[in-house]
């Protein structure tokens, strides 16, 4: 069977970036884009001073997260297994670009020229508006691939078969073949020469391999201790170390924001009205807020005409998966309400916790962002969605002046949940710091600790705490703890995607020797551990 790949000989390339100019002038990319670049990495101290140049673009995994996230099934892998992308299909929610670990996706908006608001003949020609408010990125030119072997070529050894970047490399540093045929000439490479894959140990399968050595040892002898030369500020490069993902801001946040406090307040509407107490005006306003989470997405997405393409694959993705949700949700939510009926709110509610998991899900399948991968993220998000609803529900209680046991209850248990919340955050933090992590990913999350643990603990216990003591006070007390709780969710949550969301990266599992021939062992830059 045909399985395409690329292999990057990482003592041959030269950092010319003719593979760049080469891969935008044959797809016509924006300025802003790069499907294939190059990135230059200078490591050591003098005398011993080494550089490696590294091309790097879509990977074409074998298991690409970018496939199975998109809910619009515009992202698919083909046979032979090339990754590609039907712009007529894809609605631009950027959820590829959070799940690929390789930085490979871009999303344009609009014409952008190389020379400002002056386009030049060919960009207006060649330019494909099908390919802005969308996902796009590197194909392995599957055009020329196709053509190529229907008239009987042999991609990568026949150029008009052969992806554009292969073809323009002046050093021979690129090959491109079937990794499958043993004869082939990516497969005789990967026989003699040492060689990686970049970020391996996801789990994606890549089929972008860097070689850079004889298997007999030639100049190359890798150090047995495998240095980071990251660890020590050794290497000096623009573009390596994990940054900001672009694509997901303040709206995206909303949705996690609105969604799990919308959930989590009907969810103590649910349990309250068991015991009788008027639901309607406090299951709308959960209900609302679900709402309002969702038309942020529709706000965010690039081409929202297309928003209900967010349907067709639910089999694999949980951004799906929480469209279907939501359309149970909605129509159920609404006739409980109005017949206030108390199983069909509780049958809601439950439909509303598999929302808040469902969009719990959706961060944890973004392999492309270490800090929300993290498995501990998921009881984080639940609990902290739950204890919103809850600090909402409490504080509602207070504005009715509705007293008692029943404000006593929400109290307690939002006091429960906070704490929750506080462990699941300990263990979260605990497990990115000793798995390895971005270090701006947890400087950010560091701001954080004073407010969880002041706002989000200790002044609730405090406030809900006096509330028992003085009950005369105890709507305003209740009141106050119910908000603090809420308000560092949404501070929690809110962090998580616009400040502490750090791609990948790149790594380097080897760098070559360069000038002096001294070799230095692995390199990810802008991490808390380094490789090993």
């Given at each position: 069977?045909?399985?395409?790949?690329?292999?990057?000989?990482?003592?041959?390339?030269?950092?010319?970036?003719?593979?760049?100019?080469?891969?935008?002038?044959?797809?016509?990319?924006?300025?802003?884009?790069?499907?294939?670049?190059?990135?230059?990495?200078?490591?050591?101290?003098?005398?011993?001073?080494?550089?490696?140049?590294?091309?790097?673009?879509?990977?074409?995994?074998?298991?690409?997260?970018?496939?199975?996230?998109?809910?619009?099934?515009?992202?698919?892998?083909r046979a032979d297994g090339i990754v590609t992308i039907d712009y007529d299909l894809c609605i631009g929610c950027a959820y590829c670009d959070v799940a690929?670990?390789?930085?490979?996706?871009?999303?344009?908006?609009?014409?952008?020229?190389?020379?400002?608001r002056e386009a030049m003949p060919q960009e207006v020609e060649r330019g494909d508006p099908r390919m802005f408010g969308v996902a796009q990125k590197c194909t392995f030119c599957a055009n020329r691939i196709d053509a190529g072997l229907a008239g009987g070529l042999r991609p990568?050894?026949?150029?008009?078969?052969?992806?554009?970047c292969v073809n323009a490399c002046i050093a021979s540093a690129l090959h491109f073949g079937d990794v499958d045929d043993p004869g082939s000439n990516v497969s005789q490479i990967l026989r003699e020469q040492q060689y990686f894959r970049m970020h391996?140990?996801?789990?994606?399968?890549?089929?972008?391999?860097?070689?850079?050595?004889?298997?007999?040892?030639?100049?190359?002898?890798?150090?047995?201790?495998?240095?980071?030369?990251?660890?020590?500020?050794?290497?000096?490069?623009?573009?390596?170390?994990?940054?900001?993902?672009?694509?997901?801001?303040?709206k995206a946040a909303g949705n996690f924001m609105c969604g799990g406090a919308g959930a989590g307040l009907f969810a103590f509407v649910a349990a309250s009205g068991l015991a009788g107490l008027p639901r309607l005006l406090l299951g709308c306003a959960a209900i609302g807020l679900v709402a309002l989470g969702l038309l942020l997405v529709l706000a965010k997405i690039g081409r929202p005409l297309r928003a209900l393409n967010v349907f067709l694959q639910p089999q694999r993705s949980w951004m799906a998966r929480e469209a279907w949700v939501a359309t149970v949700l909605f129509p159920l939510a609404a006739v409980a309400l109005w017949l206030e009926n108390p199983v069909l709110t509780v049958a809601a509610a439950v439909a509303g916790l598999i929302f808040l998991l469902a969009q719990v899900m959706i961060l944890r399948e973004a392999r492309g962002?270490?800090?929300?991968?993290?498995?501990?993220?998921?009881?984080?998000?639940?609990?902290?969605?739950?204890?919103e609803g809850g600090g909402l529900f409490v504080s509602a209680l207070a504005v009715f002046d509705i007293g008692g046991p029943?404000?006593?209850?929400?109290?307690?248990?939002?006091?429960?949940?906070?704490?929750?919340?506080?462990?699941?955050?300990?263990?979260?933090?605990?497990?990115l710091i000793g798995a390895s992590a971005p270090i701006r990913t947890l400087d950010r999350l560091a701001d954080l600790r004073i407010?969880?643990?002041?706002?989000?603990?200790?002044?609730?216990?405090?406030?809900?705490?006096?509330?028992?003591?003085?009950?005369?006070?105890?709507?305003?007390?209740?009141?106050?703890a119910g908000l603090a709780v809420?308000?560092?969710?949404?501070?929690?949550?809110?962090?998580?995607?616009?400040?502490?969301?750090y791609n990948q990266g790149f790594a380097l599992h080897h760098v070559p020797s360069r000038g002096a021939g001294i070799e230095d062992g692995a390199a990810k830059p802008g991490w808390s551990l380094a490789l090993s």
């Open positions: 069977m045909t399985r395409w790949a690329m292999v990057a000989d990482l003592e041959r390339c030269v950092g010319c970036q003719t593979c760049t100019a080469a891969c935008r002038h044959a797809n016509a990319t924006s300025p802003a884009v790069q499907w294939r670049k190059v990135l230059d990495i200078e490591s050591g101290t003098y005398p011993d001073v080494r550089r490696t140049f590294v091309p790097v673009g879509c990977q074409h995994c074998d298991d690409p997260p970018c496939m199975h996230v998109c809910p619009s099934t515009a992202t698919r892998k690929c670990p390789y930085q490979a996706r871009f999303k344009v908006e609009g014409w952008r020229f190389a020379y400002g990568g050894v026949d150029p008009d078969a052969t992806p554009a391996e140990e996801i789990g994606t399968g890549p089929r972008f391999y860097y070689a850079y050595g004889k298997h007999d040892g030639g100049n190359a002898t890798p150090r047995s201790d495998a240095v980071a030369i990251a660890s020590a500020g050794g290497v000096r490069t623009r573009g390596v170390e994990p940054w900001h993902q672009q694509h997901w801001d303040w962002i270490p800090a929300w991968r993290e498995p501990r993220i998921v009881p984080l998000v639940v609990s902290t969605g739950l204890a029943m404000a006593e209850a929400g109290a307690a248990a939002v006091i429960l949940l906070a704490a929750a919340r506080a462990l699941f955050w300990r263990n979260y933090l605990g497990a407010w969880l643990v002041t706002l989000g603990l200790a002044l609730p216990v405090a406030l809900a705490a006096l509330g028992f003591v003085f009950v005369s006070a105890q709507p305003v007390l209740f009141a106050g809420f308000a560092t969710g949404w501070l929690l949550k809110f962090n998580l995607v616009t400040r502490a969301a």
